[in-house]
């Protein structure tokens, strides 16, 4: 079975629901209080997982019992933890997540993820170049990243980068990705001189960016297309972006062309959000199997 490699950030998520977010100074009272596990690495690699793929992961975590917790978390959820290392100098990394109205703010604390560096991922080399295709994320270093890339590069492996949350990368960076992930805004932050037709345009079969409950856009070297969402009644929307990618690198390693591996991610982040929690909701093969605008050509 093909690999998948996600490098990126292992956290644990303390979620708060509320009738409405609190102004500065400000005390609201709470509906509920619960924890489960997050950080966009995880994310990405339970939502690839519980498609059935074969997924390795590279990230840190601290030696507290978060940690233990977190990588428990991935082991029930089939995700190869060998490579993931614990240190004793920070904490696991966490979020704090408000919830009202259906939508989510998140405060994020790297913790052991913001000790994930190059010289981590070199020494994982063998690991990564025995894999079919890698993802990473902006919550781990910038160096770490763009050895990755570099690796990714000479072993002819397939890269995809979600540069999310936004923060600037070097331009090499971007250029050695084989696919670009980001969302509508961190499409406009990264080319604030293009609109984003333009911007897919100029990055044909490589920029793909997420827009919410209005699709996804992308370019297939001819003509731009809006791939459409699938309507559901959203309960809790965190995660759903790391669920698109998840199920987007399950299409390709399964040689689905690009537009319908969108496809596969969409519907996936659809069956994610009518769910509590990051991971809560990330749907499982079965599942989307049984959704009526699942594939059958798709053979998964």
């Not at 009738?19 to 509906?31: F, M, S």
């Not at 990564?128 to 910038?142: G, K, P, R």
């Not at 997420?210 to 959203?234: I, Q, R």
């Amino acid at each position: 079975m093909k690999k998948i490699l996600v490098l990126g950030s292992l956290s644990t998520d303390f979620v708060a629901i509320t009738d409405r977010r609190p102004n500065v100074g400000e005390t609201v009272q709470g509906n509920e209080f619960f924890t489960t596990f997050g950080g966009k690495g995880a994310n990405q690699a339970v939502a690839a997982a519980r498609l059935n793929s074969n997924v390795v992961m590279l990230g840190k975590v601290g030696v507290d019992s978060f940690g233990e917790d977190i990588l428990e978390n991935l082991r029930k959820n089939s995700v190869d933890v060998k490579c993931v290392e614990s240190v004793t100098s920070v904490s696991s990394g966490a979020a704090l997540i408000t919830i009202a109205d259906s939508d989510n703010s998140i405060v994020y604390v790297p913790g052991a993820n913001g000790k994930v560096d190059g010289e981590y991922v070199r020494k994982n080399k063998d690991t990564i170049e025995a894999c079919d295709i890698a993802i990473a994320q902006n919550e781990v270093s910038e160096d770490a990243i763009e050895v990755l890339a570099e690796i990714c590069i000479e072993a002819k492996i397939p890269f995809i980068l979600n540069p999310a949350p936004y923060r600037e990368l070097k331009a090499s960076i971007l250029e050695k990705a084989t696919y670009l992930l980001p969302n509508e805004s961190e499409c406009k932050l990264l080319y604030p001189d293009l609109s984003i037709e333009e911007a897919v345009a100029k990055h044909p079969n490589k920029l793909v960016v997420t827009m919410g409950s209005k699709g996804v856009f992308f370019n297939d070297g001819k003509e731009s297309h809006l791939v459409e969402t699938f309507k559901v009644d959203a309960v809790d929307t965190t995660g759903a972006g790391d669920t698109f990618i998840g199920g987007f690198a399950t299409g390709l390693v399964n040689n689905l062309s690009l537009e319908d591996s969108i496809i596969l991610g969409n519907l996936s982040a659809s069956e994610s959000v009518t769910k509590m929690g990051a991971q809560g909701g990330m749907p499982r093969l079965e599942e989307l199997k049984n959704n009526k605008n699942y594939k059958n050509k798709w053979k998964l």
